[in-house]
């Protein structure tokens, strides 16, 4: 009885740079049960064979000159929860690595690693785990303690503290704040230069920033570096 042959692995390469693509293709298909099927330079190319070529798994880059990376994953993701999606970027920071999962990416994998970690990645999203490389995941962890410190600090103000820091923060004036609060507008900039003080923060801006990583403004965290 003869042994049946290993199935193949059908990979779809997915980034700007034809050269990285021919680099990436030459790796993969030195492994026996992975195979190239297509490559795609832009975001609309990769919807587009995702779709004619449906293949296992897709190698992206998230720095696509029309769509971005994270808007491909979403619209595969609405399309196709079965296949595989290995974000291989330049960046490794939160910034990136966080919008990438809550599209819908399965692993993630810096350019700087060695070629082991993309075929490492692409094995454990095959068997239906997630990878995420070292280096993103500690960036994380640490983005994660930072949201966890942001948060303890807001919860040690005064009532009145966060209230004036949280409308503050979503742009109303002064006047504004002390409409909602029924206190007056000196009152109100009591409260905020009282609490930015105890937040070591010196500019709106800094004030805008602590809000979103304490988790006040949920909507805009991918916003900010």
Do not use: N, W
């Not at 619209?75 to 330049?90: N, P, Q």
């Not at 960036?139 to 966060?162: H, M, N, V, W, Y």
């Not at 109303?172 to 609060?181: A, D, H, N, Q, V």
């Amino acid at each position: 009885m003869t042994e049946s042959a290993p199935s193949v692995v059908r990979i779809l390469l997915v980034d700007d740079h034809k050269v990285l693509r021919d680099g990436l293709r030459v790796l993969l298909e030195d492994e026996a049960d992975l195979r190239v099927v297509g490559e795609a330079g832009t975001g609309a190319q990769a919807l587009e064979l995702a779709q004619t070529l449906a293949p296992d798994v897709i190698v992206l880059d998230l720095g696509l000159p029309d769509i971005s990376g994270i808007d491909v994953i979403r619209s595969l993701r609405s399309r196709d929860d079965a296949v595989r999606i290995v974000v291989l970027s330049m960046y490794s920071r939160r910034e990136f690595v966080m919008p990438a999962i809550e599209a819908g990416c399965d692993g993630y994998v810096p350019k700087s690693s060695t070629h082991t970690s993309l075929l490492q990645a692409i094995r454990t999203v095959l068997g239906g785990e997630r990878y995420l490389h070292p280096t993103a995941a500690t960036a994380l962890i640490g983005a994660l303690k930072d949201d966890e410190s942001e948060t303890a600090k807001f919860a040690a103000l005064s009532e009145r503290e966060q209230d004036v820091l949280r409308f503050t923060a979503q742009g109303f004036t002064s006047r504004e704040i002390g409409e909602k609060l029924i206190i007056s507008s000196k009152t109100v900039e009591t409260y905020r230069q009282r609490a930015m003080e105890k937040l070591h923060l010196e500019h709106r801006s800094d004030l805008i920033k602590f809000a979103v990583r304490a988790g006040l403004l949920d909507d805009y965290k991918t916003l900010l570096e």
